[in-house]
């Protein structure tokens, strides 16, 4: 039985691919460098086995099919968000060349309705089919004449004291398919979208009176071997000080989601709290932003295109890659990623700041703590 488990034998294939030689490995781990050629020749092995032919063939499938859904798009006299009747009418004229389900998937229609809508509307003379088109400019008039407020329950109800027997179902059926969507549907939408403009709280008022009131964030990217690794920071605006620093190879929602909450455990604050940061996809998400309102976080944003309402941090970076990134040559994303961590210490306890009176941001939030001990 090997004396070394699985976890001894990944760590050292990870520090290898890091950059690592395997002399370094063998002196700092007591593994024989006999033993560490076997597993990395045994890893390199494994991840040459061929893909599993089932496997392979679902994603051909799958390739293939948006490949036709692209294609369908591309062709298709509507889009995606067109009136459903126009919908069915486009499945209806390709469904010679392309499957019904790969139409309506296309399309996002539900084949249950495509279908129900060949059944209304089958030689283009069944009675129901008649009095659908019969009601269509019926409803349009109602609908247009009321300032397109009335939706179908309304209508419906109009309908019935003219002496139409019609269904509410019917009537919301056909405002669907003819795109007749009332106002007082997105009302509530558009309020909400108008409150959750991105406003900028900081405008440019950098200076502010005690830690944890005011932090900054931002991401930038740093080329490596051909790679893009992405920065992400927060910034305590008081003190200047980098209290989280993520690095990704991917720069999404959860490189910075994670980057706010290392700081905010770090700093384990109960007082008000604004997040500025610019207007990046990311920091808009839906998801970012219910994670603010879940800490009960403030947020705030730049305006779009102005750097400067973000300069702080864009400073940071400035001074991150004068400092250290561009002058260094890195031979491993492991050294990389030791260098960044190292320059945010020598950024918060020696790095002295002109805004400081050249103290250190470490030095300015320990001046703080000790002047309001008794807070």
């Not at 390739?63 to 509507?78: D, G, N, Y």
Request: with cysteine; proline share 3%.
């Amino acid at each position: 039985m090997s004396k070394y488990t699985e976890k001894d034998k990944n760590e050292v294939i990870i520090r290898y691919e890091s950059g690592q030689t395997i002399a370094l490995i063998s002196k700092e781990t007591g593994i024989s460098r006999g033993t560490i050629y076997s597993w990395l020749n045994q890893s390199k092995k494994e991840k040459l086995k061929p893909i599993n032919m089932h496997t392979f063939n679902l994603m051909k499938q799958k390739c293939e099919r948006l490949t036709q859904m692209v294609e369908i798009l591309k062709t298709a006299p509507c889009t995606v968000n067109s009136p459903r009747i126009e919908k069915y009418e486009a499945i209806k004229e390709l469904s010679s060349k392309y499957s019904v389900s790969l139409l309506c998937e296309s399309f996002d229609v539900p084949k249950g309705s495509y279908f129900n809508y060949l059944l209304r509307n089958k030689n283009g003379n069944t009675l129901a089919a008649q009095k659908r088109e019969e009601l269509k400019p019926i409803i349009e008039t109602i609908f247009h004449n009321n300032n397109e407020i009335f939706g179908s329950g309304k209508i419906h109800a109009i309908l019935k004291d003219r002496g139409y027997k019609v269904s509410k179902e019917t009537v919301a059926d056909i405002m669907h398919e003819n795109g007749l969507f009332p106002i007082r549907t997105s009302s509530k939408k558009l309020y909400l979208k108008e409150q959750a403009k991105k406003k900028n709280l900081l405008n440019r008022q950098f200076n502010v009176n005690r830690p944890n009131e005011v932090w900054v964030g931002d991401v930038t990217y740093y080329n490596f071997k051909e790679k893009n690794y992405y920065i992400c920071v927060i910034l305590d605006l008081f003190s200047r000080k980098i209290i989280s620093c993520r690095v990704s190879l991917h720069n999404s929602t959860q490189l910075i989601s994670s980057a706010f909450k290392a700081a905010y455990a770090s700093r384990n604050t109960d007082k008000p709290l604004i997040f500025h940061s610019d207007q990046g996809a990311n920091y808009t998400s839906k998801t970012y932003q219910k994670l603010l309102r879940d800490y009960n976080v403030e947020q705030s944003f730049s305006k779009a295109g102005v750097p400067y309402d973000n300069s702080v941090v864009e400073s940071f970076f400035k001074n991150m890659k004068a400092e250290e990134l561009y002058r260094t040559r890195y031979h491993s994303e492991f050294e990389f990623r030791k260098a960044v961590d190292k320059y945010i210490e020598f950024y918060n306890t020696k790095r002295p700041h002109n805004y400081l009176n050249n103290k250190t941001p470490d030095e300015a939030e320990n001046n703080y703590y000790q002047r309001h001990q008794s807070d």
